[in-house]
């Protein structure tokens, strides 16, 4: 199924992109940007803006800060995950705690899934 955008979300998406968070600058200059495969940052993916997308590996990198581990924010990545799955998208959810500490892991957890996912590198 082809992705939808929400094109009135651009301007969010854009500023987003201009204020990353140190974890999100962290994971896309160390690993993403110079990955073999493309990866966009703050793609807009039908009504959500997802941190990182890679359209090859049909994946989105989400790293979520302390408002994703309340009830509620706990709720509403359920349900954005769900819509995104109905894309056939595979969702690789990261805390902060986990780029700052276990960096290597993270990169070969999402280099390990794009392999699985390709069978391309």
């Known amino acids: 199924m082809r992705v939808k955008k929400n094109h009135s979300l651009l301007g ?11 974890q999100e600058l962290k994971l896309w200059y160390q690993f993403l940007r110079p990955y073999p495969l493309k990866f966009y940052k703050q793609r807009i993916i039908d009504s959500y803006i997802v ?26 990545d359920e349900g954005r995950s769900a819509m995104l799955e109905r ?5 690789l959810r990261f805390s902060n705690r986990e780029i700052n500490v276990e960096f290597d892991a993270v990169c070969q957890m999402i280099h390990q899934r794009i392999l699985e996912r390709t069978n391309t590198i």
């Open 12 to 22: 969010n998406a854009r500023e987003l992109r201009r204020n990353m968070t140190p």
């Open 51 to 76: 941190d990182f997308y890679c359209a090859a590996a049909r994946l989105v990198i989400e790293i979520d800060g302390s408002q994703h581990y309340t009830q509620d924010g706990r709720a509403k």
């Open 87 to 91: 894309y056939d998208l595979q969702v």
